[in-house]
């Protein structure tokens, strides 16, 4: 007789649009999820969640498996899988991985049940550690997955999920203060295929790798030049990408205007860019494309986001934009002051990437009094 395995727990806490997202996908892997929804839960409780996906299809008022509010309300069981889909903003203690996950990890829930392998799905690079290093202070063995999320979505309301046609991860375990490990132990394999074969299953793209944190410096090329260009610009990327100038001489002043930001603007990326490629060999990496940081990323970075915003209103808006706008804090630790604590350890200059970050923490600075303001 054949035995049927049991449905993969897995407890996911944060509910804005990759978190939504990645519930529907993974319960449509068969896994039960338990969503930890801080914000939203009464919309999503009440209502469910409407979900208008290019890829998944339209769904009114659709539930995952459980909904709670908190993650201690979520301790009750155990979990194969704890994932965290909230933005990294150290400066706000209750966005941290270590404390928001905290109730997982006391002495009241590690006596009833086994630890889950967790798994960070915020952006930036080195997310992971705090949680790595509290699981260790606690006689804990650490089992953390990072990973790099690709993915068009954003949310129309406190319960709507507005998504595109496409999500892709990369995913690989998150080895501590180690960047050129390249292989994985057949434990590691094993955690990681399993999450990616439910991932796969609902619907979605997952590839395994055995160095993430190449892989996540690599997608930071993204943020480090995008994301801050529309963050202090104020601006979408289409304003960045115009449609190539004309040569009539009654064109309006705007069109003739944007000559410079292909002859400055754009060079001015790519030498950003071409910062991180250097930091990227002196950490270790080689020249490669495939297995390595190569200067064909920087290329291949504008080429590719040039192909998507050149179509005026497209309706992309850089997430850090409309946190900006909205007067929210943004990921700016996580994102650029990682790269750069990089750069000063492994002795690289980064001019470039050094003033983005300067500027960017005074904004950060007028986000945090606005969010003191709102307390």
């Given at each position: 007789?054949?035995?049927?395995?049991?449905?993969?727990?897995?407890?996911?806490?944060?509910?804005?649009?990759?978190?939504?997202a990645?519930?529907?996908?993974?319960?449509?892997?068969?896994?039960?999820?338990?969503?930890?929804?801080r914000?939203?839960?009464?919309?999503?409780?009440?209502?469910?969640l409407?979900?208008?996906s290019?890829?998944?299809?339209?769904?009114?008022?659709w539930?995952?498996?459980?909904?709670?509010?908190?993650?201690p309300?979520?301790?009750?069981?155990?979990?194969d899988y704890?994932?965290?889909?909230?933005?990294?903003i150290p400066?706000?203690?209750n966005?941290s991985?270590?404390?928001?996950?905290?109730?997982?990890?006391?002495?009241?829930?590690?006596?009833?049940f086994?630890q889950?392998v967790y798994?960070?799905m915020?952006?930036?690079?080195?997310?992971?550690?705090?949680?790595y290093?509290?699981?260790?202070?606690?006689?804990?063995?650490?089992?953390?997955?990072g990973?790099?999320?690709?993915?068009?979505t954003?949310?129309?309301?406190?319960?709507?999920?507005?998504?595109?046609h496409?999500?892709?991860?990369?995913?690989?375990?998150?080895?501590?203060?180690d960047?050129?490990?390249?292989?994985n132990?057949?434990?590691?394999?094993?955690i990681l295929?399993?999450?990616a074969?439910l991932?796969?299953?609902?619907?979605?793209t997952?590839?395994?790798?055995?160095?993430?944190q190449?892989?996540?410096?690599?997608?930071?090329?993204w943020?480090v030049?995008?994301?801050?260009?529309?963050?202090?610009?104020?601006?979408?990327?289409t304003a960045?990408?115009?449609?190539?100038?004309?040569d009539?001489?009654?064109?309006p002043?705007s069109?003739?205007q944007?000559?410079?930001?292909e002859?400055?603007t754009?060079?001015?990326?790519?030498?950003l860019?071409?910062?991180?490629?250097?930091?990227?060999?002196?950490?270790?990496?080689?020249?490669?494309?495939?297995?390595?940081?190569?200067?064909?990323?920087v290329?291949n970075?504008?080429?590719?986001t040039?192909?998507?915003?050149?179509k005026?209103?497209?309706?992309?808006?850089a997430?850090?934009?409309?946190d900006?706008?909205?007067?929210?804090?943004?990921?700016v630790?996580?994102?650029?002051g990682?790269v750069?604590?990089?750069?000063?350890?492994?002795?690289?200059e980064?001019?470039?990437?050094?003033?983005?970050?300067?500027?960017?923490?005074?904004?950060?600075?007028?986000?945090?009094?606005?969010?003191?303001?709102?307390?």
């Amino acid at each position: 007789m054949a035995v049927i395995e049991a449905p993969k727990s897995i407890l996911l806490v944060g509910y804005g649009a990759v978190g939504m997202a990645y519930t529907l996908i993974l319960e449509r892997g068969g896994a039960e999820v338990t969503v930890v929804a801080r914000s939203n839960f009464d919309a999503v409780t009440e209502h469910g969640l409407d979900i208008y996906s290019e890829k998944y299809g339209e769904h009114l008022g659709w539930r995952p498996h459980r909904v709670v509010p908190c993650v201690p309300d979520a301790c009750d069981r155990a979990y194969d899988y704890a994932i965290i889909t909230t933005k990294a903003i150290p400066e706000l203690v209750n966005t941290s991985a270590s404390i928001v996950l905290a109730p997982l990890f006391n002495k009241t829930y590690t006596s009833r049940f086994p630890q889950p392998v967790y798994v960070n799905m915020q952006n930036g690079l080195d997310v992971e550690r705090d949680l790595y290093e509290t699981l260790e202070a606690r006689g804990l063995r650490p089992r953390v997955v990072g990973t790099a999320v690709y993915i068009g979505t954003k949310t129309g309301g406190k319960n709507v999920l507005i998504h595109s046609h496409f999500d892709r991860m990369s995913l690989g375990m998150y080895r501590y203060d180690d960047y050129t490990t390249a292989m994985n132990t057949p434990e590691e394999d094993a955690i990681l295929s399993d999450l990616a074969s439910l991932l796969v299953r609902g619907g979605s793209t997952a590839i395994t790798v055995p160095d993430i944190q190449r892989v996540k410096f690599t997608k930071n090329f993204w943020n480090v030049a995008f994301s801050s260009m529309s963050a202090l610009s104020r601006f979408p990327l289409t304003a960045l990408f115009r449609s190539r100038t004309s040569d009539d001489s009654s064109a309006p002043p705007s069109v003739k205007q944007a000559a410079l930001l292909e002859s400055h603007t754009i060079p001015t990326v790519r030498a950003l860019l071409m910062e991180l490629v250097a930091l990227g060999h002196a950490i270790g990496w080689p020249d490669d494309l495939e297995k390595g940081v190569s200067a064909q990323f920087v290329e291949n970075t504008i080429e590719n986001t040039a192909a998507l915003h050149q179509k005026p209103g497209n309706g992309l808006v850089a997430s850090m934009l409309v946190d900006v706008l909205e007067g929210r804090p943004i990921e700016v630790e996580a994102i650029f002051g990682s790269v750069v604590r990089l750069a000063r350890k492994y002795g690289v200059e980064t001019p470039r990437l050094d003033m983005l970050y300067g500027i960017l923490l005074v904004v950060q600075n007028q986000m945090l009094r606005k969010t003191e303001g709102s307390l």
